[in-house]
Nanobody, 124 residues
């Protein structure tokens, strides 16, 4: 059974940095896309970042986080990370780890596996 367990997160002031991690178990994802989504109160879940193996690692970011967030992973630990810098109040959301992502022309980014989510709150 696949499990994705997020850790990190919490409360940080605007302009600060925070890191979240996601440890996967049940199978390895070194050759599958892993990533992060987020859901702010009253809003739909949105794509944040993805890391995809295609002969080498390829990175994708939402425009809203590009240049501020960095996704990475440690295949030996089956863990994906999201380093968040220059945080803004609008980054406040529940962040969800995702594994085995797909990007469809009409559906956008979707995922087969999801973590439970972890709260990130940025105070202004």
């Amino acid at each position: 059974q696949v499990q994705l367990v997020e850790s990190g997160g919490g409360l940080v002031q605007a302009g600060g940095s925070l890191s979240v991690s996601c440890a996967a178990s049940g199978r390895t994802f070194s050759r599958n896309a892993m990533g992060w989504f987020r859901q702010a109160p009253g809003k739909e879940r949105e794509f944040v970042a993805a890391i995809i193996w295609s002969g080498g690692e390829t990175y994708y970011y939402a425009d809203s986080v590009k240049g501020r967030f960095t996704i990475s992973r440690d295949n030996a630990k089956n863990t994906v990370y999201l380093q968040m810098n220059s945080l803004k109040a609008e980054d406040t959301a529940v962040y969800y780890c995702a594994a085995d992502l797909r990007r469809g022309f009409q559906t956008g980014w979707t995922s087969r596996y999801w973590g439970q989510g972890i709260q990130v709150t940025v105070s202004s």
